[in-house]
């Protein structure tokens, strides 16, 4: 029995002290001096390699962050671009590592440039949840459930209350209506984040309000259970529709970092806007300009993209000393522009 145990007890220690199984601090040194005093390319590649399976384990992420950073300083272009892939694996782990990736951006060698971008497009941290964003649809949202609730309640003999609801839910529907068909009125709002948060869905819930008001007010029973019909849908819709605002879209946290020519690539079908903001951000000295980050300032809204007031709060975000407003201008103008 004792050799028995004495021999469980040997596997034990033997495997605890095995590298390939416990990524310990000695183990992460171990690796880390490997990086630093390597003579050849080949044993830096290696070394990267082998920090990278260790930068899994949290508590190791600090250290190989620190040591990818300094091999961005390598003579050679392979091992800063390996180092640079490494830094872009981590993601926002690595975000201490903005600035000397920002630096990457003038590497004389076009792959490390590429990598530098895509890195950059993954450890820029934006906040975990867009909470102005959550607050503008519970601001929508609940008045219109709650409304709704005490609507169907409501006696039909409460007509002025009623008419009086209905009348306001129809000026705020005509209001979207006009803003629709005149959207330069929206420039005038230029500059309020309040505007941008709430003007997408501004019209929704006081059509569920009209609906719900209809339906104490038609006489026809079938009508009035179609337009209950209809109110109850949209509360269904309105909150599915938004579902992105109780978590951090993929949108606002990374991006692909593709550039070609000094031009932002956009990663999804609703980023244009926040690709043409990236691109001009970076013709205007701001480097690190990537298009999650600008996503996330603009109010990009997954699949539904970007309003011009929206995009010019991203520029803003990032250029306060300059002066941004918006206007319109015609293909011909903007051919006479001179690229920054």
Not at 90 to 115: F, Y
Not at 219 to 230: F, G, I, Q, T, V
Request: proline share 5%.
């Amino acid at each position: 029995m004792k050799r028995i145990a004495i021999l469980i007890l040997s596997l034990v220690l033997i495997v605890s002290a095995s590298p390939k199984t416990w990524a310990g601090g000695a183990d992460i040194r171990h690796v880390s001096n490997k990086l630093r005093f390597a003579k050849t390319v080949k044993d830096k590649l290696i070394a990267i390699r082998d920090l990278e399976e260790l930068a899994a384990k949290p508590g190791n992420r600090d250290i190989c962050v620190l040591e990818f950073t300094t091999a961005l300083k390598d003579p050679d272009p392979k091992v800063r671009l390996s180092a640079t892939i490494a830094l872009g694996r981590m993601g926002h782990a690595a975000q201490g590592s903005r600035p000397e990736l920002v630096q990457l951006l003038q590497d004389p060698d076009e792959k490390v440039r590429a990598a530098a971008d895509s890195a950059l497009g993954r450890v820029i941290s934006v906040e975990n949840l867009p909470k102005n964003s959550l607050i503008a649809f519970l601001v929508l949202y609940l008045p219109a459930l709650i409304g709704s609730i005490l609507i169907f309640m409501m006696s039909e003999k409460r007509k002025i209350i009623l008419n009086t609801v209905l009348g306001i839910s129809f000026l705020c529907l005509v209001a979207k209506l006009v803003f629709v068909i005149v959207p330069t009125l929206a420039f005038y709002f230029d500059g309020s984040d309040a505007f941008i948060y709430l003007e997408r869905d501004f019209a929704i819930p006081f059509g569920i309000l009209f609906f719900a008001i209809a339906s104490k007010l038609v006489p026809e029973d079938s009508n009035r259970r179609a337009l209950r019909l209809m109110t109850i849908l949209l509360l269904i819709i309105m909150p599915g529709q938004n579902y992105w605002v109780f978590t951090t879209p993929p949108s606002y946290s990374h991006s692909d970092g593709v550039w070609i020519d000094g031009v932002c690539m956009q990663s999804t079908n609703f980023t244009c806007g926040a690709a043409s903001a990236a691109t001009v951000l970076r013709a205007h000295g701001v480097p690190d300009a990537v298009e999650h980050e600008c996503a996330y300032y603009s109010h990009t809204l997954p699949f539904r993209g970007v309003t011009d007031v929206g995009a010019a709060r991203a520029l803003r975000k990032h250029l306060p000393d300059k002066s941004i407003r918006i206007r319109e201008t015609s293909i011909a103008e903007l051919k006479d522009l001179t690229i920054p």
